[in-house]
């Protein structure tokens, strides 16, 4: 019963009216028996039913709704911050700019996204821009080849996603500190305020990447809510990465 107020909950949010074509919203779910967790951006077509959207996502990726024993699952941390030794102090994210319905804006909107993130000057947390991996899909995403499996690559791409609804998805474990995106290029992206903002998406799903779930702040990046262009941090996003990983820059 828990896990069913829980999806409602989530698919209660809506992140965006399009134009009287439905709305958006944010769910999060677990795959049983599996070191897996999915954040999902999903439309609902006008007439459509939120909770019946949100478990029609979840299905298509093979995941559930979580209970309250499992919701603290959600967030990674990763362990890099916490060990002086660790040569690397960052997360390494590589973009795959095949089928970039921007034309090379894409990969502009995530270094944009994640710079958001690294400015945050009472966190320790650092994005770092990695390769771009033109051949490789990020192997976690349900509709990349092959099983789904940790590579230690953090990669993001577009692709076309299963279903009439899913526009984008972030995989991460629940113990393994790994994330992998894919943005759905069945959709219509921007990078401006005329569609889907390719910036504020990719900024909302890097928070899930930082290790931060949804938000019940009205404005902040990680409420689950999408009110058009939005690329600046609120106060509860800052509290939230700092309280992941307090300090300053450890690099």
């Known amino acids: 019963m828990l896990a069913a107020l829980l999806l409602v909950a989530l698919a209660a949010s809506p992140i965006s009216a399009d ?3 439905g709305e958006v919203i944010g769910v999060t779910g677990i795959v049983p028996g599996q070191d897996l967790i999915v954040h999902i951006i999903a439309l609902v077509p006008a007439g459509s039913n939120r ?3 949100a478990k029609q996502v979840l299905a298509n990726q093979g995941a559930r709704a979580m209970t309250s024993e499992e919701f603290s699952t959600t967030g990674l941390l990763w362990d890099q911050f916490f060990d002086a030794a660790n040569t690397i102090p960052s997360v390494i994210q590589n973009y795959n700019p095949a089928n970039d319905p921007l034309g090379g804006q894409g990969l502009v909107a995530l270094n944009a996204s994640q710079g958001t993130w690294n400015s945050v000057e009472t966190s320790s947390f650092v994005f770092e821009r990695g390769d771009e991996t033109i051949k490789r899909c990020p192997s976690l995403v349900k509709e990349c080849p092959g099983r789904q499996k940790f590579d230690g690559k953090n ?5 076309p996603i299963n279903g009439c609804c899913t526009l984008g998805v972030t ?6 500190d790994e994330a992998y995106m894919a943005l759905n290029t069945n959709f219509n992206w921007t990078a401006d305020a ?3 903002n390719a910036q504020t998406v990719f900024l909302h799903e890097n928070g899930h990447v930082v290790g931060l779930g949804h938000s019940n702040e009205i404005g902040s990046v990680m409420e689950a809510v999408y009110k058009g262009q939005r690329t600046e941090l609120t106060q509860d996003d800052f509290d939230g990465i700092t309280s ?3 300090g ?3 690099n």
């Open 19 to 21: 134009k009287g074509k």
């Open 51 to 53: 909770s019946d959207i």
């Open 155 to 159: 990669d993001v791409a577009w692709m």
């Open 171 to 176: 995989w991460s474990g629940t113990s393994i």
């Open 194 to 196: 005329s569609g889907y």
């Open 244 to 246: 992941l990983y307090p």
């Open 248 to 250: 300053g820059p450890t």
